[in-house]
C-alpha cells in the first residue's frame, strides 16, 4: 500500500522569503501523481500544484515550484517570495495512475505560518 | 459553473442518531469520492461512486456507514447510530470521469459534530 508522509507539523516563514516543505512517499508504482494541497481556515482543499511521475521536469505555478525526486521517493514544494495569504494547511498527495479507483493519498499535513 | 457543494455544512448530532450527509457534484461529474478529516489529521479515502455504483470501499468502516450516488439527486454520505468518535469534518470530491487523468473537485466540507 501507498503511504506519504510529512515529517514536519509546523513551518513559519517571513514574508517575501522562500519555504520549503517536505513530503516522501513510499509505492512500488512507476506511474503515479503527486500533488499539493492547500487548506485555508475556511477548510476548502485547493490543489496548488501536480506532477506526473513520468515528468522528468519539476512543475512550477507562478511562485510555487516542486522538487521531484522520483529515486528518493521525495516531493517537496518551494513557496516563494511568501505572502500572508499562503498561511495554511499543505496537504501533499499521491494518486495511482492509471487506476480503477482514483483515490487520493494524504500526508498529515505541515501548517504554514506566515509573519509579516 | 457552480463548485461541488455539500450540506449542511454543519450538523450536530447526538449519540445514536443518525447523520446524513449530501454532495451535488459539479456539473457534468459522473464520480464521486467521500474523504473524512479527523481533527489535526489529513483526508483519508473513504468511497468512490459513479452513478448508481460504488467502485471503491475500500476506506469505510464495516458498520454504520453507507454511501449511495442515484441516478438523480445528490450523493449521500449516511452514517447510522453515530458515536463521539464519528465526529469530523466529511469532504465530497468530484470528477468528470473522462479518459486520462481528471482532476478532483472539493467541496467546502460538512462538520459533523457528535454530542
Known amino acids: 500500500a501507498q503511504t506519504v508522509t510529512q515529517s514536519q507539523p509546523e513551518m513559519s516563514v517571513q514574508e517575501a522569503e522562500t519555504v520549503t516543505l517536505s513530503c516522501t512517499y513510499d509505492t512500488s508504482e512507476s506511474d503515479y501523481y503527486l500533488f499539493w494541497y492547500k487548506q485555508p481556515p475556511s477548510r476548502q482543499m485547493i490543489l496548488v500544484i501536480r506532477?506526473?511521475?513520468?515528468?522528468?521536469q519539476n512543475a512550477t505555478e507562478n511562485r510555487f515550484s516542486v522538487n521531484f525526486q522520483k529515486a528518493a521517493k521525495s516531493f517537496s514544494l518551494k513557496i516563494s517570495d511568501s505572502q500572508l495569504g499562503d498561511a495554511a494547511m499543505y496537504f501533499c498527495a499521491y494518486r495511482s495512475a492509471p487506476s480503477n479507483t482514483d483515490k487520493l493519498i494524504f500526508g498529515t499535513g505541515t501548517r504554514l505560518q506566515v509573519f509579516p | 459553473n457552480a463548485g461541488v457543494m455539500q450540506n449542511p455544512r454543519h450538523l450536530v448530532r447526538r449519540r445514536g442518531q443518525e447523520a446524513r450527509l449530501r454532495c451535488s457534484p459539479m456539473k457534468g461529474h459522473s464520480h464521486v469520492y467521500w474523504y473524512r478529516q479527523l481533527p489535526e489529521e489529513g483526508l483519508k479515502f473513504m468511497v468512490y461512486?459513479?452513478?448508481?455504483?460504488?467502485?471503491?470501499e475500500s476506506g469505510m468502516p464495516k458498520e454504520r456507514f453507507s454511501a449511495e450516488f442515484p441516478k438523480e439527486g445528490p450523493s449521500i454520505l449516511r452514517i447510522q447510530q453515530v458515536v463521539r468518535g464519528d465526529s469530523a469534518a466529511y469532504f465530497c470530491?468530484?470528477?468528470?470521469?473522462?479518459?486520462?487523468?481528471?482532476?478532483?473537485?472539493f467541496g467546502p466540507g460538512t462538520r459533523l459534530t457528535v454530542l
Open positions: 470530491a468530484s470528477s468528470p470521469g473522462l479518459a486520462g487523468y481528471n482532476e478532483q473537485f
Open positions: 461512486l459513479q452513478k448508481e455504483n460504488i467502485i471503491d
Open positions: 506532477q506526473e511521475a513520468y515528468k522528468q
